[in-house]
């Protein structure tokens, strides 16, 4: 009898799953649309399993012209939901997976593609700073827990032709920044890579939403008169000929 009653349960767990992926892609829409303040889509089509939403709004900035979708099926066997995800618009390309396991812990990971800066900052939900340059992600990982917190991070994203976008444009070279998770903090220290600018720092999120950037800049040409007045602007270098930067502030994570 217990046999039984065991058989009937899993088959209609199988039936519920089988059901849940077949639900039409609208349904699915429609529910991240109740989660999530400002998020909509037009022309969707598919289902849970494989589709396609255009015209995605994610918030009042922050615009997707195409996202698509398709179900990871060996992960269902350990027990978490994965998407292979592929993320379009204008001057960007995207291909990651994000997946959300037992532990409720959200996870995008193998996130890899092009995007300009200040539209990857307009993503992120902020008001892009006055600076331009074309932004790429190396394998970047991240996983979140059920308060959105980062609990892992890794992975390169590279700065390339970063520039001023205020008054003249001063270029400023290109520049690493490597992601990892320390004491329960997310940092991301950032390196140049020879251009005009010499920089190093790191910027440092806390779980509650502190944030703290420090670093160390200086003109790698000395004759550089542009980029030493621009500095300048931010203040006197310290004895070492460097200008030192220390800043911190809260983020509502």
Not at 48 to 57: D, E, K, M, P
Not at 208 to 232: H, K, V, W
Request: one cysteine or more; charged letters at 15%.
């Amino acid at each position: 009898m217990r046999r039984l009653l065991a058989y009937i349960l899993l088959g209609l767990l199988a039936y519920t799953v089988f059901l849940v992926l077949l639900c039409p892609a609208g349904l699915l829409i429609e529910q991240l649309a109740q989660r999530l303040p400002g998020f909509s889509a037009q022309s969707v089509q598919g289902s849970a399993v494989q589709g396609t939403a255009r015209s995605v709004q994610l918030s009042a900035t922050a615009r997707l012209e195409t996202i698509a979708w398709r179900l990871r099926v060996l992960p269902l066997l350990l027990g978490r939901i994965e998407y292979d995800l592929q993320l379009t618009a204008p001057e960007l390309n995207l291909r990651g997976i994000a997946g959300l396991g037992l532990d409720r812990q959200f996870r995008i990971v193998a996130l890899n593609g092009q995007l300009p800066l200040p539209r990857a900052i307009a993503l992120a939900g902020r008001p892009p700073p006055p600076l331009n340059g074309m932004l790429e992600l190396d394998n970047v990982g991240l996983s979140l827990n059920r308060d959105y917190r980062p609990t892992e991070a890794g992975g390169l994203i590279h700065l390339h032709n970063l520039s001023t976008s205020f008054g003249t444009p001063l270029s400023l070279g290109n520049f690493e920044i490597q992601l990892q998770i320390q004491a329960s903090a997310l940092i991301a220290s950032i390196q140049d890579q020879g251009g005009p600018l010499q920089l190093n720092g790191n910027l440092t999120l806390d779980p509650d939403g502190r944030y703290r950037f420090t670093a160390q800049a200086a003109p790698r040409d000395q004759d550089n008169r542009e980029l030493y007045q621009a500095l300048s602007l931010l203040g006197r270098p310290g004895g070492t000929g460097k200008w030192t930067f220390d800043f911190a502030g809260n983020l509502k994570v």
